[in-house]
């Protein structure tokens, strides 16, 4: 295995090659356009943050029902975001020319019968910072930088993350160059102790509780092992190989199989396959300890004894982990999006983004597979299958990582970060350091084919970042792609027998996927297109949460400024700081036609992914369940931050910074990463997973409550053989009281309706996804069908629709106003028996003519009153958009309805306090009404969201003021809206030739 070497010559003729010359110092030009921005932000937040979102669609979801300006607050980010990278730029040239001449390269000069790319890339790979030339005091200073930031940031002292620091500081102090070595020492005898508290419990049932008591103990035997560091140091070396014996041993975590349910402790066996497969794994990583230490020593380059891949994945593995506890997930939403596409694609046969599109990619296919394949696609084994792909993936991270730094860094990380659960994220790393490999960078073409088969097969699995990393590599590519066919490589690799099936590896499966792809891209595009208004959160509608600053609750201003402040800037940061990396490597070795250079390749790469990913990470930014601050770009920040940059600073740093030292506080501060963005364990677990007993624990040095049974909610209940009978989907373990029941409901209801219509089809079964996966049912278009908003979403699903389809809950009048009208059009009607919309021919089979005729939608659920909020707001101040686009206006009653409100005519009527906040009453002569916030009085009001409305020709609408004390449908003091109005206008859709009266 590759390892990083410090090579003295390359270290002396890279710190001269290519000065910069004079021009502003580099932290000058960072600071600098960070005022500037704030100042900036200052002045025009209010202007872009108040108001509401432009809407040209009916795309009714979060920024509407909060009346938000989230289309303001997104173009004021990018243009601060370019604006702040423009004077960067201009900040970075000044004083400095880019054409001034070259000068002479003091890098090692090689063969001409070596290949180009070789001579590319050898000064830059044989080196990395020993960082030797930072101050002392300074390299013990840093140790305490995540441990501070997190203070800063919650307030709270996390202890044993104030220990570890303490004892890094103060071994960087006391052994000095090989201050990496005794660290690493410190910490497999610390985990070598979690290894025997492991195996007790794992045998006797019996372990330590305390962390701090495993702590000191390790503390203790390390000064013990010190003592051979200044007397005996060939016995310190032997100590430093055997203490990484054990470490594997700590997998044993994830065979734990017991269960805290109901007061008592329980045990379920898990799959045999499942055993398999870790005790394998435990042998992998054994295999891997010995055949790198053998291969070490044949090669004699680095006779003393190193920190192993092994006991880092260990760690990793050890510190990341989560619970594969045999329990049906409670979280049917997320957990269902992942089960389905597996079981409805390769089990019951439904086509990709023709019958079935995955809302979110294919990602959950690896995991339904590995389900499918070894437990026998089980919902209670699928935390199981899931565990298995997080460890391939966390191994695959480890192990890349370890091509590129030393093992002490690779401990390091391991140690430090953690695996999240956010498993969408997890592609992106090994991606960006398999390209970076010089294995891979050694052969233009190799990196070329790879380059895109990645890109390829992270778009499958998670369109965005399978673009954002195919973004990021581009420029790089392009210059690769220039140089090969320019220095005429490829008349060289046509005669090589690996052409020929590297190519068809490559672009077979490609070609193959090109139906698939179109239709693919054909439903991204359309769902991108609603993602700001369906998806978004503007800041404007965030309380700034408990957790933040809280000893600045008597400063709420100060708390409440820095907190937006950082969540709307702190984004920009990490961009600009690749940008201004990327134009000091360029810059300093302009002379070596530094876009051919790994350091072009890493540095551009990681100024690229961040804006592509912000496309949706910076959308729905809900930290107070999705990691803190910076809710789903914590993800983001966690790989490209807090681990691709500082291998990029340790592997090319001398090809960037002037002095160490910058680069130590560089790395100092992506460390901290994972301490400012995730606070405790629970901020890595989400979505979480059932049987969690570490969601409160520190993320360092608390992790006996790994050891806990995995805890089973009281109100679940064990899955008997009766159950496994009715759902073969079920498997073995515990599920929610609540899922059995309805479940079973369901599978009443949907036995009627199929023996009423062997063709049956399901739309929009339930909001929970899973129930498609338990009843082992199709599920027609998309698990979650109230995803599609858009016109052009809506659409996709009507075009599925037919006369066999039945309607479940997951479908809202309002917020799928498009395909609820359509079933309006077609004369859906509601059956209280299934509780389903039956198409009417299905209805009429089922309860005859007369029965359809008298079957009234304003007795079912679609025609409940409804809260609206502030979406009729939002509605009405995007009128201007909605007419140009959407609605045409109307000469009598009909789909909606436009009101300017008289407040004072109101208050004159009503004679109440009356503000924004007041909540009206929407009403006619029927059975129902609808509720909206009054704002400002302008209203658009989806009057036929209701069906009551729809359906019953009224014509005349009144207003009243909500009482909280009575029921909405006993409030009798109302008047015409009319009388309360300045301005009242109907409109109905403009693409709209029917009308919505149900005959």
Known sequence: ?????????????????????????????????????????????????????????????????????????????????????????????????????????????????????????????????????????????????????????????????????????????????????????????????????????????????????????????????????????GVFDKIFFISQLPLPLLLILYLKNSYSYQGQILHLSFPKAYLIFIAGLILALYAGFFLQHHFSNLSGKDPKPFAFVSSAVSVFLYGSYIPPALIIPTDMHHYGEQMLPWQQIFVLGNSPYEDYFPVSGLFPVLAGGINQLFFHGKASSYSAAFVILFVLFAVLSVVMISFHVKGEWALLFAFLFHMPVYCRTWVILPVLLLLLHPVVLRNKRRFLYLYVFCGFLSGLYYPLFGLALIVAGMPFALFCLFSFFKEREIKAELLKKSFYPETLILFLPIILSVPMLIKMASHILTYSGQTLLADGLSLSSVSVPEWFMPYLSSFEKIRSGTYYALRFLGPMLPVWLFLLLFLSFYYKNKDKKPYHLPAFLGLSAGFLILPVCYTYTLVIMDETWVSRLFSRSSHIYLWILGIFLPILIIRFGRQIFQKETSAAVCIAFSLSIPFLTFYQMGDYQFPSLDGTTNADCACVGEYTANLLPFSVSPSALSVTEEDAACFPSLGYGFMENSVKERLYEYGENLKILRNADKDLKILALDKLQMYYFLLNESALYSGKVSLAKSRGAADAVIALIDEHTVIGSDLSPLNNYYIYRELLIRGYAYDSRTEFYLPKALYISMYGEESYASADLSDSPWAAPLYMSKCPLSLGHSLEDLNASALITSDGPSEFLYAEINTDALRAHFGSTLNEDTIITISWEGKSCLLTDLGDGTLLLPLASNSDWATGNYSRVFISLYDETRPVMEIDDKIPLKEASDYLQYYSLRDAPQTVKRE
């Not at 001034?100 to 070596?114: E, M, N």
């Open 1 to 233: 295995m590759s390892q990083n070497t410090n090579d003295k010559k390359n270290i002396i003729s890279g710190t001269h090659a290519g000065n910069p010359g004079k021009g502003l110092p580099l932290p000058v030009v960072f600071i600098l356009p960070c005022i500037l921005i704030f100042i900036l932000y200052l002045l025009f937040k209010d202007h872009y943050f108040e108001g509401f979102s432009r809407m040209s669609d009916l795309i009714i979801d979060q920024v509407a029902m909060d009346g938000s300006n989230k289309t303001g607050e997104w173009e004021f980010f990018w243009g601060l975001l370019w604006l702040g990278c423009f004077c960067i730029l201009g900040l970075f040239l000044a004083g400095r020319s880019p054409f001034a001449p070259k000068r002479k390269s003091h890098t090692p000069v090689l063969s001409a019968s070596q290949p180009s790319s070789a001579r590319d890339l050898s000064y830059s790979w044989n080196f990395s910072y020993s960082f030797e030339e930072v101050p002392l005091l300074l390299k013990c200073a840093l140790c305490f930088f995540p441990p501070a930031i997190q203070l800063i940031c919650y307030g709270k002292v996390s202890l044993y993350l104030w220990l570890f620091s303490l004892i890094f500081a103060l071994l960087i102090i006391i052994l000095k160059k090989d201050c990496a070595k005794g660290i690493s020492l410190f910490l497999f005898l610390y985990f070598d102790v979690h290894v025997i508290n492991l195996v007790s419990s794992f045998f006797t049932g019996k372990y330590l509780h305390s962390d701090l008591l495993i702590f000191g103990a390790a503390a203790l035997i390390f000064l013990f092992a010190l003592l051979f560091y200044f007397h005996f140091y």
